[in-house]
């Protein structure tokens, strides 16, 4: 396919959104987007919430296709690569230890010390000469708001957490509750654009949040042109991200709602809403910031803000993790917000997937965010098989998509390879024939992932 050759500063200049949209589409200037098919490499990731891991536990996960062995000792999460570096055997397929501070191999007795990854001791040869000479791979970490954090890459030391974590994350105020973490077979960008996707609302049409609680919701929504996108790219270390701003803001153009339409004489209406006096527009920023991070304020009330992430885990899934967050003065306050989130607000947002009975994202069987992945999981095949990052035509609701791509291509710090020197093969440790539908990966202290109880002291 030939592309048009354009000047990307002149496609950033161009006012109206469809335009830019459709000069945009024809040029595709975000060719390092479309090669991050395993995700950004050199960023921070949420790996997990930290009530799923003890002290003195261990559990593995694989993020951006490398598969990383977590240990949480003196209070704080440690990351090696899951491999011995002696014959490659995973210390997750039979964790074990004899110290707070280590890890051993259960296959040949290698000891490591998980705060540095170095080989401390061999079962089977004690005081080697290996000892000292050989060290697992580490992974930065860190934890914040019931969120741990690791670095996946080769930058030391690694940049700002803050500059990979969406930036109301760190209100002053807030109070967080994990709502869940799953696999959903998605590649992270389909995600992280279906997140983002301003003319997705009209599948959320007869969601709970409509039917239930009565939410007047557009059939769609979008920017009219580029004012009403603000774009955070400089060059200092905060976030980079695109911001989609509703309602009236001085300076800047009101977002388009959409309350009818028509197709062959039939009138397809907003449900809740008089179009006749549609509702002022709601004062709602949806952010989407590298590496893979949304945040919504607010949702799925006023004074809450929606934040989560489409992690990647290999070509054709993703870890899929929501926390919820709402300002809280008073222990009384954060009492009844935690109240709110276990009977209401959690499973209006997202319901464990086993035995919804309505049609896909209607009605109360279904979360609100399980429709999106639900969407995700339909569109995969058709980008993974059918050339669709190529095929696909978008249009003006697409502004913010196609801004997002763009911002991410300019501003990844480097791109995840499968083979290169240090990185990781294809592991394949998920079959998608077996796991077409979401895997909760939320893990109870005291077990491991494959359901054994940790070894630990």
């Known amino acids: 396919m030939v592309r048009e050759r354009v000047d990307e500063a002149e496609l950033l200049e161009i006012e109206d959104a469809g335009e830019a949209v459709e000069r945009v589409e024809h040029a595709k200037p975000y060719h390092r987007y479309?090669?991050?098919?395993?995700?950004?490499?050199?960023?921070?990731?949420?790996?997990?919430?930290?009530?799923?891991?003890a002290e003195g536990e261990m559990m593995n996960q694989m993020l951006a296709g490398e598969r990383i062995f977590f240990k949480r000792a003196g209070g704080k999460v440690y990351g090696v690569e899951d491999r011995c570096v002696h014959r490659g055997a995973a210390f997750s397929s039979k964790p074990e230890c004899y110290s707070a501070n280590t890890i051993t191999c259960w296959l040949h007795g290698f000891t490591y010390d998980v705060r540095d990854g170095s080989l401390i001791e061999i079962i089977t040869e004690p005081g080697s000469r290996a000892i000292g000479k050989m060290a697992l791979k580490t992974y930065p970490t860190e934890e914040h708001n019931g969120v741990v954090f690791v670095f996946i890459g080769d930058m030391d030391p690694p940049p700002p957490l803050a500059s990979d974590v969406q930036p109301r994350f760190w209100n002053a105020g807030l109070k967080f509750r994990p709502l869940?973490?799953?696999?959903?077979?998605?590649?992270?960008?389909?995600?992280?654009?279906?997140?983002?996707?301003?003319?997705?609302?009209?599948?959320?049409?007869?969601?709970?949040?409509?039917?239930?609680?009565?939410?007047?919701?557009?059939?769609?929504?979008?920017?009219?042109?580029?004012?009403?996108?603000?774009?955070?790219?400089?060059?200092?270390?905060?976030?980079?991200?695109?911001?989609?701003?509703?309602?009236?803001?001085?300076?800047?153009?009101?977002?388009?709602?959409?309350?009818?339409?028509?197709?062959?004489?039939?009138?397809?209406?907003?449900?809740?809403?008089?179009?006749?006096?549609?509702p002022p527009g709601v004062d709602l920023d949806v952010g989407l910031f590298l590496p893979c991070g949304l945040e919504v304020d607010w949702f799925p009330q006023p004074g809450m803000i929606h934040f989560e992430w489409y992690v990647p885990v290999d070509e054709e899934h993703h870890m899929y993790m929501i926390i919820q967050s709402r300002y809280c003065e008073t222990e009384e306050d954060e009492r009844k917000f935690h109240e709110d989130c276990e009977n209401f607000l959690g499973p209006l947002v997202w319901k464990e997937p086993a035995g919804q009975t309505d049609y896909p994202g209607d009605g109360p069987t279904w979360g609100f965010n399980n429709f999106d992945q639900f969407g995700r999981a339909q569109m995969e095949h058709v980008y993974a098989k059918e050339d669709f990052w190529n095929r696909e035509r978008l249009t003006k609701p697409d502004y913010i998509i196609v801004r997002w791509r763009m911002l991410a291509h300019q501003h990844m710090r480097g791109i995840q390879k499968r083979g290169g020197p240090g990185n990781w093969a294809n592991t394949g440790p998920w079959d998608p024939a077996k796991a077409p539908e979401p895997v909760n990966l939320m893990r109870t202290p005291g077990q491991n992932n494959n359901g054994y109880k940790s070894a630990h002291i």
């Open 180 to 278: 869940h973490r799953h696999l959903i077979r998605a590649n992270w960008r389909l995600s992280c654009e279906n997140g983002y996707d301003a003319a997705h609302i009209y599948a959320h049409r007869k969601s709970a949040i409509v039917t239930e609680v009565g939410v007047p919701m557009p059939l769609g929504t979008y920017a009219p042109d580029k004012s009403s996108v603000l774009v955070h790219e400089d060059e200092s270390d905060d976030p980079k991200g695109v911001v989609k701003i509703m309602g009236d803001r001085p300076g800047m153009k009101t977002d388009v709602n959409v309350w009818e339409a028509e197709i062959e004489g039939n009138r397809i209406v907003a449900a809740n809403v008089d179009p006749a006096n549609p």
């Open 34 to 53: 479309l090669e991050a098919e395993l995700g950004p490499r050199n960023h921070w990731f949420p790996a997990f919430f930290s009530q799923e891991l």
